[in-house]
């Protein structure tokens, strides 16, 4: 028995392949692996914003101070209560100037024995949290304006008006705005601390001598 050539046996014409019209089918490819799922992972619950206390450890003082304020040193930078002293406000500038009209009203009649601070927030953040940072910033007031008041009476030998002299510290938090609206300048006016002159007596914090109040002169001026 004879087997047909399945190669070019001379006569110029292409083999075919013997088992019919199509070449043999190879084993086809396999599918992809179905992509494995992504274990499902459960929100995470929001955590709640702690807040830090801004006037802890300072004096708390339930103090309104009612009138118009003769200064208010405005645009304490957002949730703080530190002077500010960079090129825009210069904070201790405003107070050091408070501080020399005080001192030298008490060569005149309107002499000030009573200072009272109010402290201002904008509508930012929540009530009781407001009525903290107030009081904080009325805090950092009162600290600055005594070391002004004892620099300035020591330069004029006059350190003994500080024994009669009282500051007092109050909070509105935001409940009384000075500018009305949203805008970053209203609200920058609404952090701000009211300074209150008053003539009278009241009760309040005296400020801390540290330097020796000199003997006062017999015959010589008296601050009573």
Known sequence: MSYGSFHDDGRRRNDVWPYGPSGPVGPGRPDPPAPKAKPSTSPKPA????????????????VICSGK????????CYNSWFLRDDMWERHRWEIQGIARDVIDRWRSTRRVKHICLMGHTDFHGPDEYNIQLGRARANTVRDAL??????????QNQIEILTKLTIACGTAGKSAPRA?????????????????????????RKCPITIPIPRPIPGGPTLI
């Open 180 to 204: 009305l609206g949203k805008s970053d300048d209203a609200r920058a006016c609404n952090r701000r601390v009211e300074v209150y002159l008053q003539d009278f007596e009241s009760d309040g």
């Open 47 to 62: 955590q709640k914003k702690t807040w830090i206390r801004p006037d802890k450890g300072m004096p708390i003082e339930m």
């Open 146 to 155: 005594c070391e002004a008041l004892t620099y300035i009476a020591k330069c």
């Open 69 to 76: 304020p003769t200064y208010v040193i405005s645009r304490f």
